[in-house]
């Protein structure tokens, strides 16, 4: 059953993102505002992505929460890199064209290089954004338990005085015949 809803809910996520990636591509990316439009989308279509495998329960079938760890390590290395890259590359970029400061930095090449892929920096920053989200397992209700015996049960047992040393059955009494 499990795997039956994960694979619907990653068939909708599939046919959500590629939407909105198609829609990411009818925008003009030659002036600012459909830049970041485009890309946008494009990161959004990451995300749902993300989140189809935790709406499909494929993890624990809990409440999501945010998992601050893949956030701190996983996520904002991402956003700092590909970020990068996006702004350098935007049309009209002053600040962080690849000429000026990356140059500065020597990354102008990664950037350069990166600049073809613009639309694959933008998917992955949207589902690694994904990936901070977790489910937390669902705890199961625990009765409080009586940890005091009751007054009429024993807490050891006691010995059988038939058993003989660990014997599992009574020894026999030996026959006394007398004639």
């Given at each position: 059953m499990i795997s039956i809803t994960r694979g619907v809910a990653t068939l909708i996520g599939a046919a959500v993102a590629g939407f909105l990636v198609?829609?990411?591509?009818q925008m003009g990316v030659d002036n600012e505002g459909g830049y970041w439009a485009a890309y946008g989308l494009?990161?959004?279509?990451g995300l749902v992505m993300a989140l189809s495998q935790i709406l499909g329960g494929w993890t624990k079938w809990?409440?999501?929460?945010?998992?601050?760890?893949?956030?701190?390590l996983g996520?904002?290395?991402?956003l700092v890199v590909g970020g990068w890259v996006l702004l350098?590359?935007?049309?009209?970029?002053?600040?962080?064209?690849?000429?000026?400061?990356?140059r500065d930095m020597g990354v102008d090449s990664v950037v350069s290089?990166?600049?073809?892929?613009?639309?694959?920096?933008?998917?992955?920053i949207g589902l690694t954004f994904g990936f901070i989200?977790?489910?937390?397992?669902?705890r199961a209700v625990v009765e409080p338990v009586?940890?005091?015996?009751?007054?009429d049960e024993p807490i050891t047992a006691e010995p059988d005085p038939e058993l003989r040393d660990g014997a599992r059955e009574p020894r026999e009494r030996p026959t006394v015949v007398r004639s």
């Open positions: 198609w829609l990411g591509a494009v990161a959004a279509a809990g409440w999501p929460r945010v998992d601050l760890g893949v956030f701190v996520f904002l290395p991402v350098a590359r935007q049309p009209g970029s002053i600040l962080f064209n690849s000429s000026h400061v990356s290089d990166l600049g073809d892929m613009l639309a694959v920096v933008a998917f992955g989200f977790d489910t937390a397992p669902r009586d940890e005091r015996p009751a007054v």
